[in-house]
């Protein structure tokens, strides 16, 4: 709780009828140089002398409050996008944020209110480990949903409940060599795909701070980003406060080795916008004093400081920390998992769950018996991000509650033995190291794919786990720890196999009788597997006697998927769906239960079994839920927010980030997906009819209006998501196929019919245009559709929009930015600069850019207002124009750089045949970023024609071009 107001004598920063920003002003005129430095890391150093508290960003809250002992927890945020419903989102929200408050009110030092979610990275890639994080492969929804959870955790009123922070800004699907890798975003990409994402959050108030990520964007690390500055704290209505990821700041200088030293790192770091550095856990002293010596260097001022700590200090006037109260006051922990956030808690996951496949088996009609199977049929398991789960209720929990159940976790059971005889294992409840002896002791096998297993000890139930000594023991409840020493590859051997522990690398040897790791590859026991029960023959035998099976299958969320680790396929973990076919062979009668954070080629099971279904992990109510959804009480309210492909094949490299060259995601996929994006099955059906448009004929500032009439066509209530969508026709770019604008979510009586609509403003449907740099809504036709999902539409209607018709590229207006490109083959966007800017470098020899439509007009510029002008920018700051005289032949200058020299050719029409219209040699520069001018003369360039620059020689960058009347050297 705050102190008592002392309005007599209180500074102006604490009284409440000032404005945020007045506040801030005063507080930050009372504070020292150092005193503004100490509010720079993650721990904000305390300034007693002001009553100014210590203040610690980073609580994190993605799906309920974690790390702090037992709290809520709720579905994960893939699941909670797949409800499609932003308003009980935002309950969620609200409620992690009272029980953040709660939290806090006991522990205010350990508990902060800078909460770190929610995560808004669109969910580009299924293979992605922290799938489970976002909420959606549309940038569009992924909004909707990431602006309803935020606004949910600030509350409604002025003074924020907690302060929302949008993670991970920006281009961030990959942990595979997360801190080096560098994602390219061409300006379509960038500006319709990721920069959507984060806009409306950001710009609606809901979030009022944003995270970084781990990687580099076209060659920058994502702490510098000047997209900070010109893009996110231009949306916000208010200060945004910009906090580092956890240890990002030393990769500057480290393993990314984009600065020579840390000062100067965390020097850019701050003019870029970063205000918190998040380095070091608690201990401040290094970051603090690299930024000290950056001041002294030069490298800083303190008006730079001062505008990050504004930023910090803007988050805690409006957190209220300096109001004699606040309306949060009176929240207690009775909130933390109490009655009313259970109910909420079951029904996110009631509304979660997606019935994908139902040819009639569904819901269960009175089934006597039901055999529950499966590695996760009596399991929940907590992610990194989640809560600690205060009690469980799981899937064969929920059903024995409602019929009578036999269970079989399907697992197989087998010995291991060495030369010397059976590892063995104690059987103390608490453990203790694995041993070799004479007596023959079981483990239990888990397959949770990717090559990982996981084993558990019969005599005590406790899994193996590889100890920081390397010693093995029975010890622990299941994988955990951001360091999960609890998995095994098992790699074949000429006399057996052998396990390698996959956290450290190392391999299981016997050494003295005990069982440890050795790195010797060579030292690594070979072991026997001797079956002692095959998991799939006994799950089948329990089947049989079943009128039903429930095969509850899926991910463990600390495995094989996860943050720094992203998945190598989409298939079932192979004795997973080993299991599966056993028992369906066994009871036909056989519904696929999926719990997971990310989609599964579950291509077997489509084709063959009569029921599948899939929830994320679901919080401490799945089993309830699931019940009641298996057993007819409720209907499957849940809808997929991202494309279930049929195989990996299908998908683009992991890397590739520009969606629309590599036709990803249900925007641009052509091929025919497993489940399309928006499926999901009800236990009725619905008929559309009756799609209206406000208007066939718009301008660009006009809002279309879209309705439909839905119908239950069934015989029981149900709920459907209407699913609007518009395609452009005509284009001078690749559209999408379709692209969703809005949906609504109804649950309708049978019989019951009702009108809904959407409106959607003619400006979004605006793509960007790389020509001029902006966005542009185009003169072309649309057709709208609607249905049940982008693969189910049911109705269409055209319409046409009066907007702009691009004209050609205008070469008289100034230099071309080579990164705003049409098309392009084996380049890469990189850093033209080390603060701003993108160039383009070729990978290969015979990479190509391509600009469409170029006006040469007729061939000698004539007439053209030209601005050769400061062609370079920023790659080398000369104004080389005036070194062109008129009268001579046209001419192109390239800003260009290569380490090693090369050959640039300018062709027209085609890349490999076109006419020549001029080439350059590229002498060596220094680095990367020293750029130096180069001209050619350009033959036979006039009327519209297509320009290409080819690179024919690997490493050369080239950061613009321009064109004047001619030159003289």
Avoid at 12 to 27: I, Q, W
Avoid at 33 to 62: C, M, N, S, W
Avoid at 270 to 275: E, F, P, R, T, V
Avoid at 704 to 730: C, I, K, M, S, W
Wanted: glycine share 10%; with cysteine; net charge negative.
């Amino acid at each position: 709780m705050n102190e008592p107001a002392r309005h007599d004598q209180d500074p102006a920063f604490r009284n409440p009828a000032l404005s945020p920003a007045e506040r801030v002003d005063d507080l930050l005129g009372r504070l020292t140089l150092d005193e503004k430095i100490g509010l720079l890391h993650q721990y904000q150093a305390p300034v007693e002398r002001l009553g100014l508290r210590v203040f610690r960003t980073g609580t994190e809250a993605l799906h309920g409050l974690a790390w702090h002992g037992p709290a809520t927890v709720f579905p994960q945020a893939v699941g909670l996008a797949s409800t499609w419903n932003p308003d009980l989102v935002r309950q969620v929200g609200e409620a992690t944020g009272d029980e953040v408050m709660a939290f806090h009110h006991k522990d205010p030092q350990s508990v902060g209110r800078n909460v770190w979610a929610p995560v808004v990275n669109p969910l580009r890639d299924p293979r992605w480990g922290r799938n489970e994080e976002g909420y959606s492969e549309d940038p569009w929804l992924t909004g909707v949903m990431g602006t309803a959870y935020a606004r949910g955790l600030r509350g409604g009123h002025a003074v924020l409940k907690t302060a929302p922070t949008l993670k991970h800004f920006l281009g961030y699907n990959n942990e595979t060599d997360r801190c080096v890798t560098s994602s390219v975003l061409p300006p379509r990409a960038l500006h319709e795909y990721e920069l959507k994402a984060f806009r409306p959050a950001v710009e609606s108030g809901a979030a009022v701070a944003v995270m970084p990520s781990y990687n580099l964007v076209n060659g920058r690390p994502a702490h510098l980003s000047p997209l900070i500055g010109s893009h996110l704290r231009t949306w916000a209505p208010d200060d945004i406060l910009v906090v580092s990821d956890a240890y990002a700041p030393s990769n500057l200088a480290g393993p990314q080795g984009y600065h020579k030293d840390l000062p100067e790192a965390y020097a850019h770091a701050i003019k870029a916008g970063l205000d918190s550095f998040t380095q070091d856990d608690a201990d401040t002293a290094a970051t603090l004093g690299h930024v000290r010596t950056a001041l002294g260097r030069g490298l800083l001022t303190e008006a730079d400081i001062d505008a990050a700590a504004r930023h910090a200090l803007s988050i805690r006037v409006r957190l209220g920390e300096f109001d004699p109260a606040t309306p949060y006051d009176d929240i207690t922990h009775d909130v933390v998992n109490s009655p009313e956030h259970r109910r909420l808690a079951r029904e996110a996951a009631r509304q979660s769950i997606t019935l994908l496949k139902n040819d009639g088996l569904l819901p269960l009609a009175a089934p006597r018996t039901v055999a529950v199977i499966g590695p996760l049929a009596d399991a929940l398991f907590e992610d990194w991000y989640s809560g600690t789960l205060p009690y469980q209720v799981t899937a064969l929990a929920g059903l024995a509650e409602r019929c009578e159940t036999v269970f079989c976790e399907g697992a197989d059971r087998v010995a291991l033995r060495t030369e010397g005889g059976y590892v063995g294992a104690s059987a103390d409840p608490a453990g203790g190291p694995l041993y070799v002896g004479g007596e023959r002791s079981c483990f239990d096998v888990f397959d949770w794919g990717g090559g990982a297993f996981a084993f558990r000890s019969c005599a005590n139930g406790r899994h193996v786990s590889a100890g920081e000594d390397g010693v093995l023991a029975n010890d622990q409840p299941g994988p955990n720890g951001w360091e999960v020493r609890q998995t095994f590859r098992i790699e074949e051997r000429l006399r057996g196999v052998v396990l390698r522990n996959i956290s450290s690398g190392r391999y299981v040897t016997v050494a003295d009788g005990v069982v440890r790791t050795t790195d010797d590859p060579d030292a690594a026991s070979v072991l026997s597997v001797e079956p002692v029960e095959s998991g799939a023959a006994r799950a089948a035998q329990v089947a049989a006697g079943a009128d039903v099976a429930v095969v509850v299958l899926g991910d463990h969320p600390l495995v094989n998927g996860r943050e720094t680790e992203d998945r190598a396929t989409l298939a079932l973990p192979e004795r997973q769906e080993a299991l599966l076919k056993a028992v369906h062979a066994a009871n036909p009668a056989t519904v696929l239960v999926v719990s997971s954070g990310y989609p599964f080629a579950v291509t077997w099971a489509q084709e063959h079994l009569p029921a599948v279904v899939w929830s994320a992990h679901g919080g401490q109510e799945y089993g309830h839920a699931l019940a009641g959804v298996l057993l007819g009480d409720d209907d499957p309210g849940g809808r997929l927010t991202q494309t279930w492909y049929r195989s990996a094949a299908e998908l683009p490299d992991l890397l590739d980030y520009d969606l629309i060259a590599s036709d990803a995601t249900y925007l641009y996929y052509r091929g025919r997906p497993l489940y399309p994006f928006g499926h999901g099955l009800s236990y009725t059906r619905f008929a559309y009819s009756d799609l209206e448009l406000s208007s066939a004929d718009l301008a660009e500032d006009d809002t279309l209006t879209l309705r439909v009439t839905v119908t239950n066509a069934g015989e029981r209530e149900g709920e459907e998501v209407v699913q609007f969508y518009t395609r452009q026709r005509r284009s001078r770019v690749k559209q999408p196929l379709r692209q969703l604008r809005g949906f609504v979510k109804v649950r309708l009586a049978p019989g019951e019919s009702r009108t809904v609509s959407v409106d959607v403003p003619v400006a979004d449907l605006a793509f960007w245009d790389v020509t001029r740099g902006r966005f542009v809504v185009e003169e072309a036709a649309h057709k709208a559709q609607v249905g049940a999902s982008a693969g189910d539409i049911r109705l269409c209607a055209p319409f046409r929009v009066r907007g702009e018709r691009i004209p050609p590229r205008d070469l008289t207006s100034g230099p071309l930015d080579v990164a705003d490109h049409d098309e392009y083959d084996g380049v890469v966007l990189c850093d033209a600069a080390l603060d701003s800017g993108d160039a383009v470098r070729s990978t290969s020899p015979g990479s190509w850019i391509a600009f469409r439509d170029c006006d040469f007009g007729g061939g000698d510029f004539g007439g053209g207002d030209f601005r050769g002008g400061d062609i370079a920018g920023d790659f080398g700051e000369r104004d080389f124009g005036g070194d062109l005289a008129d009268g001579g032949p046209p001419a192109c200058v390239l800003a260009v750089s290569s380490e090693e020299g090369g050959v640039v050719t300018l062709r027209l029409d085609d890349p490999l045949t076109g006419e020549v219209a001029g080439a350059v040699s590229v002498p060596p520069t220094a680095t990367r970023h020293d750029f130096v001018e180069v001209s050619t003369p350009l033959a036979g360039a006039a009327g519209v024609r297509d320009l290409y620059v080819v690179y024919e020689s690997e490493g050369v960058t080239v950061g613009a071009l321009g064109f004047v009347p001619g030159f003289s050297r």
